[in-house]
């Protein structure tokens, strides 16, 4: 029997070392692996086979002496080696004997294909703490469970049981595939293929016990062989990880292209049900995502194949102008499709600058109209005229990317107007490409030149859009890496201390669904109190004076009437509703009065009311609100809303990790479309935004300090004419 | 020379005589054939041979004898019949002669390349007009100008230029597919073909200048061949013959499928200036498509592959509870992708009834849990899991349509969850399928069967949701058929009198673009007018009384201070822009005041104010928007919209083609989202809706008299506490 000594020195095994492991192990065990191929746990063995896969080969099946023709091994500790790689694909608690195996004998990676863990209740948040267990012991470093696998199409490591890699002769890419999904391994492997699309390898990642998504795609950044990275996810669990693995992907100017689930809440409610996965609000995954550097598409087509042109266009740094595209097409209808989209995600589709208008017609010969679809369908589809136009819109400076619509001539005469995109493969601008038709060969062209091209006007517009909108990531802190907050295993790339104490059970994951965010926080300031933060952070508030109910005689206000008078007690959120808000309070007498009427009221729920707040009646241009909170998943986040019933029900707002500087805080003014309202629509009266957008980053500077609130919320900011500011007149905030 | 006897009693040619000169005819002519098969006018000979047209084919080109290896034709009048179908291939002033010549030969149907007319500016507007004339006059058709042709695959007529059209054996299928786009027609055709999907025929229906999209495809309602109709839209130009062919296809139970460009503004912006075609706003389209029971999707993949299933669901009968879905996987992440964008649109996923989902675990033998996923994941693809999990779903009443999303084990392993579903193919209940991975064996074999089927997500979402969405269109009266507004040639299928002087010049067309509807039309009633006619309607409405300005004490009122005094002139229609609102008016003096305020500001703009009105305040839980107009393009439409400057920013109203019945208002209320607000939305005071559905049904009874409305607005409609009723105290009418 075969032992390894623990060598603790070695608990921190570099991310090569780790790379190695999982994508390029000299030698792997199939723990479970079936005599009958058309079974899932026969598949491992007869996939290594059929690829080539050079490294050891360790069959291990207790129960038989042969499997698929091979012998097999009774057990892990039978072979005469240590595997680098053992891939378990026995049912559950066989699973869990093989990953004890594993610990003791010093395995360094084990992926596990057995369900019934954290997506199974209490008895496998169990098991799953277990493994975590295991590996905070050993320094085994586990993918899954509920994992499909973990294949390099380089190596021709082949460690899945999923039934579409059934096949020799898969093509191999510069990408990397990580999904939540399991069955998206062999969707992504199996589409990519039929459209000449490889990917350096695929990892269906599973429960993410131990490993996370972002740690096994952050150890493989230094890997020459991996251009980028293509992720299916299904939830921002282990958010820290991927942010992480994504600025530092950023950094070595590698991009990642997601796609996630959860854009309704029906979704959102299947990812919880089925993997045990959070999908929080949908917006948030999109401001994290972003504010990662990570391009989200919303197809399927899209993520396969958008990443030719992430590749080519670099994200858009702070300050730099929106990115323009060229759309130029031989067919106006077709073109359209695409333009359709594309200007509904606000992609700035720009019309040629006189002089470029005049050098497209001295090129083309064509009288091309001033329009923003550069149309030269009078032309038909002929190489020169094509050719002439690409070259002067590739010169042409307000342009950072061509888009170019062909119609039916791509199909059977590709070399009209399909040829000249090819030879404009290599210019310095990107040049995109959809083909109306169905046209295979033009498409294999395009591929093998390295133009991006799409098969459909939905992808075409989606990869464009999301390409266009990707930002060079802000540096800021991350979350929660700035508090103590272990990962489960012995973190390869960070050594960090490890527990596996301070996981989430399952209740907790509940309430945190159902929340959103970190609702079982600490104290609520009251108002007075929230005013307090208010003057620290520099944001202009409403004068208030708190006044006790008792008093006999009406106070001196240091403003005049009208006031509003408000209960001034920090549990009693919903004031209004509570009766504890009066509004235009005229005079000293009907001051009084009303304070008498809101004692009543808080009194008739049993509490006794001290103090009430009175603050002078501020009417603004218009009222929004501006938040801070701390998500539980992504961290700090700031959400700018217009005001209103309306405005909530629209769910209109913008939301961004925090702290976040000027410029941000204008684009978010820019996305809330209530805003406009305030922004001189129709002849309204415009609005201060530029005091909005200094508020909105005061606001969120909560997230650079000391980190103390967790939930702030200025509802209503009142917003007044140019130069006269905004101005809070109610504020919550709620400690962590 | 051969020439043709004009006969009047020909003129009405019956539908069935249109249908085959259009789609079968007994011979062909080709004007402007070219002897090189590489041009596009050396096209259609080319293909109509390949194809092996049964029909007499002569090519017309008077600078040669012979074009590809064929005796050319000097004219027309020179061929030894005269054809039945004439498509003119040469440039446009040559065509227009071809045109004249057809006429003067009694040809029953030309098919026009050429471009240069109403996309062309004033001159092209005046061609056109020449070809209208000339249809007038000899009963000629035309399709066209700007064709890229008419094909029929049955019969083999290939009469196009489009490039996608070069090769034999083009599948057959039966469906018409319609398109303002000529490229379009390549694109299906060669897209089809790659997914096994053939049509019966393609028409590119151009500029539409004597036979409309809706005549064409009006004309092969009673083709046995033709089961519906594929329809690409760029416009809404001809909506009443469009309409009145989608009753006629409504009734005759063959459904309609329809993509229309023009989502964004950009998009609409090109339908202009690309064929002089008109594309209004997107939900006036979307409104008017809906109440002609058409299903509209968004995905050109989804116009492609909608037709099995919109064949195997009727549309939703008036009253029906509203359809569900049963979506079954093998894979939940795959299936999320589904039921993301499925539920984004409104679609009803349903859990399944407690009954069914015990069934479903005694079927099955999985412990299935009690979600809206129905998700077999645990059993692996097998086929009696699938198979008897269908069956009992295919049972359950709950159920209208069932999807499943079989995972990876499509692509090798069809025998396990693909072929199951083709074995309830038959089912009375349609199950269409997505298959996560590449499967094109799968997909072919489901294809087969009759199996709706989808190659992405994305469309199978959109087909679904639209097949869902598809009423049974409402019996309204056509417009503009109750009108005189005569098309432009003789109407084959309705013989009404046809002049070309109702035509709209290329100005008004503009003007049409710009405004979206009427706005030309005649006198704007004062407000007591107005009143008058929602009295006449049974719309409840604020009590007013006029006073005169020059009155020198209060006049008693019918009702109580507050009152609003307001400007009483109908051309004065924004008027608390102009000074002639004032609120809250307090007493007899501060009327007095009021008035004179008024007066005064409207002096200002050198008017004489004779009168005002004056209404009681009146509050309500909150204000809407009912709305009555004739849009140009689609007729009587009435529409919903939640009260404020946020509504409209969002542009979130309900339109419908008017009049309305109740349960239609009702389904509007509920598609506006702000009126969440009035329907006890975050324990708000809901409002009287039922109130408000009677008054758009009301309002929306303009549409049903005899028309002399061309616009109605109450704006803002206050809908007050349940049993309470709607008030409008404001209303804006305009004649025709």
């Known amino acids: 029997m075969l032992r390894c000594a623990r060598d603790t020195n070695n608990l921190i095994v570099m991310s090569r070392a780790l790379r190695q492991f999982l994508f390029s192990p000299q030698s792997v065990a199939i723990v479970g692996q079936s005599d009958d191929a058309a079974k899932t746990a026969g598949r491992p063995l007869k996939y290594l086979r059929q690829a080539g896969y050079a490294g050891r080969i360790y069959p291990v099946n207790p129960r038989r002496k042969e499997v698929l023709g091979e012998p097999a091994y009774p057990s892990l500790s039978a072979l005469p080696e240590v595997p680098e790689h053992v891939y378990i694909v026995t049912p559950t608690e066989a699973a869990m004997e093989a990953v004890a195996e594993c610990g003791t004998l010093g395995v360094r990676v084990a992926t596990v294909l057995a369900n019934g863990f954290a997506e199974a209740g209490l008895e496998g948040e169990a098991r799953e703490a277990r493994l975590r267990d295991i590996c905070a012991r050993t320094g085994l470093r586990i993918i899954g469970p509920s994992s499909l696998g973990i294949v390099d199409l380089r190596s021709k490591a082949m460690l899945t049981a999923n039934a579409a890699f059934d096949e020799p002769d898969l093509p191999a890419g510069r990408f990397l595939v990580a999904s939540h999904s399991g069955s998206m391994i062999g969707a992504l492997l199996s589409r990519g293929k039929a459209r000449g699309i490889g990917f350096a390898g695929l990892v269906s990642v599973g429960n993410e016990a131990d490993l996370s998504l972002g740690e096994i795609c952050g150890a493989t950044l230094d890997d020459p062989g991996i251009d980028g990275y293509i992720l299916f996810l299904e939830t921002l ?127 083309t010969g064509i009288n091309v109209a001033p329009a923003r679809l550069i149309d030269l369908t009078v032309a038909g589809a002929q190489y020169a005229v094509m050719k002439a136009a690409l070259d002067v819109l590739l010169d042409a400076p307000e342009y950072d990317l061509i888009v170019v619509v062909v119609g039916s001539s791509a199909r059977f005469l590709p070399e009209r107007a399909v040829q000249p995109i090819i030879d404009c493969a290599q210019a310095a601008k990107p040049v995109a490409a959809f083909l109306v038709p169905d046209a295979p060969q033009a498409l294999a062209a395009l591929g093998a030149s390295g133009v991006p091209n799409f098969r459909t006007p939905e992808a075409c517009a989606d990869v464009v859009a999301a390409t266009l909108r990707r930002r060079v990531p802000r540096a800021l802190p991350l979350w929660p890496g700035n508090r103590v907050r ?73 403003f005049p009437y009208p006031v509003a008078v408000k209960t001034l007690v920090a549990d009693i959120p919903h004031k209004t509703e509570a009766g504890g808000v009066e509004l235009d309070v005229r005079d000293g007498d009907a001051l009084l009065a009303a304070i008498a009427r809101i004692a009543a009221n808080i009194g008739r729920r049993g509490r006794d009311l001290e103090r009430v707040l009175v603050q002078p009646m501020i009417a603004g241009l218009g009222e929004v609100l501006v938040g801070y909170r701390v998500d539980r998943d992504v961290g700090p986040l700031v959400m700018l809303a217009a005001g209103g019933v309306l405005a909530e029900i629209y769910r209109d707002r913008a939301l961004r990790l925090a702290p976040v500087d000027l410029v941000t805080a204008q684009e978010m003014i820019a996305e809330v479309r209530g805003l406009a309202a305030l922004a001189g629509y129709r002849n309204r009266p415009a609005g201060d935004l530029d005091e909005l957008a200094r508020t909105t980053v005061a606001l969120s500077q909560l997230a650079a300090g000391n980190q103390s609130v967790a939930e702030a919320e200025i509802n209503p900011l009142m917003v007044l004419a140019p130069g006269q500011g905004v101005v809070a007149v109610d504020a919550l905030v709620r400690l962590r």
């Open 237 to 363: 669990r282990h958010a820290d990880t991927l942010r992480r693995f994504a600025l530092a992907a950023a950094a070595a100017g590698k991009p990642v292209l997601a796609y996630k689930l959860g854009r309704s809440e029906a979704a959102r409610e299947l990812a919880v049900s089925h993997t045990g996965a959070l999908a929080g609000e949908d917006d948030v995954a999109g401001a994290f995502l972003a504010g990662c550097g990570i391009a989200r598409v919303d197809t399927l087509d899209g993520l396969i194949e958008g990443s030719p042109l992430l590749t080519r266009l670099p994200p858009v740094a702070p300050g730099a102008r929106k990115p323009a595209v060229a759309v130029v097409t031989t067919t106006a209808g077709g073109a359209t499709m695409v333009v359709d989209p594309l200007a509904s995600c606000g992609v700035d589709i720009k019309a040629p600058h006189v002089e470029t208008l005049a050098r497209l017609r001295a090129a």
């Open 486 to 558: 272990p990962s489960a295993g012995p973190d390869v790339n960070q050594s960090r201390p490890s527990t596996s104490q301070t996981r989430r059970s399952p209740q907790d994951v509940d309430a945190r669904h159902k929340a959103g965010h970190d609702e079982d926080a600490g104290r609520v300031l009251d108002e007075l109190e929230a005013y307090e933060l208010l003057d620290r952070l520099g944001i202009a508030r409403a004068p208030a004076v708190a006044v006790d109910v008792g008093t006999a005689r009406a106070p001196t206000l240091p």
